[in-house]
């Protein structure tokens, strides 16, 4: 191997494990964020041989253990799915295993960012949800007021009135992908590129009923935690640190001998 080869070498080993210290770090700060999904860093040798580079990073997808709230409009997802949440500005559809949902002041359930959940609404104490579209509380019948709401393993939001009767007025809905890998993190706990990610059904509807067609549950008063193994990230990050400066030396002592190979040609 040329001695030009070895510091190449070395320098492409530099890059591509600061790549990986970079994804050990995210994984790390974000330990504590909600549903958050961790990350590895897979790495290659390079055309023809001489190096090593990112073969790319891909991410953990496992269930993230659920811990209680007491918040009954927080929803955990035990299983597979995501939320589907909606801009309410531009309509953009995003999906999310982050469950801090409240209602607002329009009676919309909504995420953090003011984002809009969906599933099926319109039902009353007669006749159940159907129409797609954001979750929204129900108009109490004439003469009560809405008293509570409580959300089911299926998802059904049930309203109960001061009159002791109750409605089962919406229906939190779950989407779930076929390659989950496919989505682009967009920040605040969101996915994108939902197409790219293959939907199991094209539009939600009943067949997204959380606990159907293998669908995950909804945990009611519970959030999804980091997937993020702590121990697993410093072993990580101790062996991606060893061979870091291992190939520092490396292109230190080539970079030492490229001198003295000048300095023998220097009259």
Do not use: C, H, W
């Not at 295993?97 to 995420?111: C, K, Q």
């Not at 001061?162 to 496919?182: I, Y």
């Not at 400066?245 to 970079?255: F, G, M, P, W, Y």
């Amino acid at each position: 191997m040329a001695l030009i080869d070895t510091l190449g070498t070395g320098l492409s080993a530099l890059e591509s494990f600061t790549t990986g210290l970079d994804s050990v770090a995210n994984d790390i700060a974000n330990i504590n964020t909600t549903a958050f999904k961790g990350s590895s860093t897979n790495f290659a040798d390079t055309f023809p041989g001489t190096g090593v580079q990112v073969a790319g990073v891909s991410t953990n997808y496992s269930q993230g253990s659920l811990t209680s709230t007491g918040i009954n409009t927080n929803l955990g997802i035990s299983g597979n799915g995501y939320f589907i949440v909606q801009d309410p500005t531009t309509t953009a559809q995003y999906a999310t295993r982050d469950g801090t949902f409240s209602f607002n002041s329009a009676g919309y359930l909504v995420n953090g960012e003011g984002y809009e959940v969906m599933g099926l609404t319109g039902g009353t104490s007669s006749s159940a949800p159907t129409t797609l579209g954001p979750i929204k509380q129900g108009i109490p019948p004439t003469g009560t007021q809405l008293q509570s709401v409580s959300i089911s393993t299926s998802g059904n939001v049930v309203e109960t009135y001061s009159d002791g009767t109750q409605a089962t007025t919406n229906q939190v809905l779950l989407q779930g992908f076929a390659n989950p890998s496919q989505l682009t993190s967009e920040g605040e706990n969101l996915f994108g590129s939902l197409v790219a990610a293959g939907p199991l059904t094209t539009a939600l509807s009943a067949a997204n009923a959380p606990g159907a067609s293998g669908l995950g549950t909804v945990q009611a008063g519970m959030l999804e935690q980091s997937n993020v193994n702590l121990t697993q990230e410093f072993a990580d990050m101790i062996t991606m640190q060893r061979a870091f400066e291992a190939n520092s030396r490396l292109v230190t002592v080539s970079d030492t001998i490229l001198q003295d190979v000048i300095s023998l040609k220097q009259p």
